[in-house]
């Protein structure tokens, strides 16, 4: 029986050696580092081409981070201005007449206006001041006071230049008007020629002058010679 044992394990172990023999070996893969590396002559071209690389260790590891965008100011709106109203003007019923001193279709003058105004005065004075003592308007009145015409002369000089004018009745219903035939002045006398109608006689005055500064005399015309005062208007 012993021997039936030891024959078997023989058998066994000359089964396992066969099986060694055939079974195939298998073998890890190499590694890939360890393989020399492949020829490629077009990469090895592109990397000859290319500048050298010039990062530091020190480069590559800092974060690269993008540089800040400059932000406009915000705009800011002006203050508002102040709301100026100008003065209501005066409501008026009707229109406001030359004699109404104390009354105005406008409003209040401004500082502008009352500057313009004396600008206009003092303009008008020096003008004045540069025309004779008859420039400007005159009334004739009879010796009863009634006013039979009016003058406007025109004195361009001190006293001595040429003078001019216009006159319009005031005695009669209708207004006649018309210009100074002629204007005689001498040193006591001033003689004023009028022609009030074609056909018509002349209308001849001839004043005098007076300490208050009018003009007295007489009026000669169609109905006789009659005493009249000359006064500035």
Avoid: C, F
């Avoid at 024959?7 to 073998?27: C, D, Y």
């Avoid at 001839?206 to 169609?222: F, H, N, Q, R, V």
């Amino acid at each position: 029986m012993r021997l039936g044992l030891v024959l078997i394990l023989m058998s066994a172990l000359v089964a396992g050696g066969a099986l060694a023999q055939t079974a195939p070996v298998v073998t890890a893969p190499p590694d890939a580092d360890a393989l020399p590396p492949a020829y490629d002559p077009i990469g090895d071209a592109i990397a000859a081409s290319l500048p050298p690389d010039q990062t530091t260790d020190q480069e590559s590891d800092a974060p690269t981070t993008a540089p800040p965008v400059p932000v406009a100011p915000a705009w800011t709106p002006p203050p508002p201005r102040p709301l100026v109203i100008a003065p209501s003007r005066p409501s008026l019923d009707r229109p406001v007449m030359i004699d109404e001193i104390g009354k105005t279709p406008d409003g209040p003058p401004t500082p502008t206006d009352l500057g313009y105004e004396s600008r206009i005065r003092a303009s008008v004075a020096s003008a004045q001041g540069l025309q004779g003592p008859l420039d400007g308007g005159w009334t004739v009145r009879s010796s009863y006071g009634v006013a039979v015409m009016s003058l406007q002369l025109v004195d361009r000089g001190n006293g001595y230049g040429q003078l001019e004018g216009a006159w319009r009745t005031l005695d009669g219903p209708v207004s006649k008007v018309g210009l100074i035939d002629s204007l005689d002045r001498q040193p006591a006398v001033l003689t004023i020629r009028i022609t009030k109608a074609p056909g018509k006689p002349t209308t001849v005055l001839s004043l005098t002058p007076a300490s208050d500064g009018s003009w007295a005399g007489d009026i000669m015309d169609e109905y006789g010679v009659h005493q009249v005062t000359m006064k500035r208007n």
